[in-house]
């Protein structure tokens, strides 16, 4: 079986000059073919664009990343960190995310609701003296610093712009390597050093005077027989440190950006705030903070109508799958409706689906569903201050630098 690939057509989404808008890069290779031929740098994969053949594969237990069995063609940017579950397979995956999973229960997502709620009404009230915020930088950032390495990790609030730059270099280390220069690999390395002697020194902290949070559970599952080690520990920080915040911040920033530019679904918004975790589904649809996976074949297998053999690297667009108007009506347009009802749209693609489904999804919908009903309930005006919206180099993760609006009370 094989699938054919019409001639002149190429993939350039990855280029530098679509950062801004990669959609009709995915919309052209998507309407090509539903696998498409990619050299990964060096590597030759097959992308996957359409939903149906990503939710196939994300979901398939003939694919996973193949690091363990020693069959994967993409290099590990994590395999240097003990713990970093994030491109592991089952059963090893599932041994780390138990603990992790533990903190974003229903019932400890409920008593940290409270919490993101009072940091965001603190942070909008002097935004409101001022008559401007950056979404972004102002709002965003600041959030997820209180919920992920302070609430979550026990970390000082004053550490705060060390947690935001040692993110964003280990964000963009997570791109493929041939896509980033020696700067950026080299401040990945920095970031990961920093970061892991960070909380080296307060795990020492917290042997002495134990804590209720995510890393008190942690160590105290070092102590257990058979439990984590030390290093380990210090690795699932480090993932949920980098993830939690990126993931969070970044739906904050693409959501409010979608909001802004498209008037009527703010106003609908505003008025039906009821229609606020629908819209965040519709969020990440349509811009989410995550634009593509990788995996690998376990075993021989079939997607679609095409043969893949064991070790065969699949690059997954969940960006462009999650654009699929296949699957999803009009699906370039944004509509915060699009997820409520009694019958809502096929489920995106922005967390992920299978084994490695986002487990900070929870924290993140409560970081920006109190963030984005606090500044529609609290403004009669939210403009944008210009539109020259600049973003973030990664191409993993997607995300913007700034959002600077003016506001009125």
């Known amino acids: 079986m094989s699938t054919a690939v019409p001639t002149g057509v190429s993939f350039d989404a990855f ?14 290779v998507r309407d090509a073919a539903a696998l498409f031929p990619y050299e990964f740098g060096d590597v030759p994969v097959t992308l996957v664009t359409r939903y149906e053949e990503c939710a ?8 996973g990343h193949g690091y363990a069995a020693g069959i994967s063609p993409f290099r590990d940017t994590t395999a240097a960190i003990p713990g970093s579950f994030v491109r592991m397979d089952p059963p090893e995956h599932g041994r780390y995310r138990k603990y992790v999973a533990k903190a974003f229960t229903p019932k400890v997502m409920s008593s940290l609701a409270p919490t993101a709620q009072a940091v965001v009404r603190d942070l909008v009230d002097h935004a409101l003296e001022r008559g401007e915020l950056d979404i972004l930088n102002d ?18 609030p004053a550490d705060g712009a060390h947690f935001r730059r040692w993110q964003l270099a280990i964000a963009r280390g997570s791109d493929p390597d041939w896509l980033l220069d020696e700067a950026a690999t080299t401040a990945r390395t920095g970031a990961a050093m920093e970061c892991m002697g960070y909380f080296a020194r307060l795990i020492g902290i917290k042997k002495e005077n134990p804590t209720q949070d995510l890393l008190g559970d942690l160590l105290a599952a070092a102590r257990e ?34 909001l802004l530019r498209n008037p009527d679904q703010l106003a609908l918004l505003r008025e039906n705030p009821d229609l606020i975790a629908p819209a965040l589904d519709e969020m990440l649809r349509y811009d989410a903070p995550t634009q593509f996976t990788i995996r690998v074949a376990l075993a021989d297998t079939v997607v679609g109508e095409r043969e893949f053999r064991r070790g ?65 309930a609290r403004t009669s005006e939210l403009r944008l201050a210009h539109e020259d919206i600049e973003y973030q180099p990664s191409l993993i993760h997607r995300g913007i630098t700034a959002l600077p609006v003016a506001l009125r009370s």
């Open 15 to 28: 280029d530098p000059a679509y950062r801004a808008d990669p959609y009709p890069a995915y919309r052209r």
């Open 56 to 63: 196939q594969v994300l979901t398939g237990s003939d694919w």
């Open 139 to 156: 709002l965003a950032v600041p959030l997820a610093v209180a919920m992920v390495p302070v609430r979550l990790l026990g970390a000082d």
């Open 225 to 258: 027989p058979g439990g984590l080690t030390e290093p380990e520990v210090i690795g699932i920080t480090l993932l949920t440190l980098v993830a939690g915040m990126e993931t969070s911040i970044n739906l904050i920033g693409n959501g409010m950006l979608a």
């Open 312 to 376: 065969d690297g699949v690059v997954v667009l969940t960006a462009s799958g999650s654009r699929d108007d296949r699957v999803f009506t009009d699906a370039d347009s944004f509509d915060v409706t699009r997820y409520a009802g009694n019958r809502p749209a096929r489920k995106h693609l922005g967390f992920s689906l299978g084994v490695h489904y986002c487990v900070g999804a929870p924290l993140a919908r409560i970081e920006a569903d109190s963030a984005i009903r606090a500044l529609l």
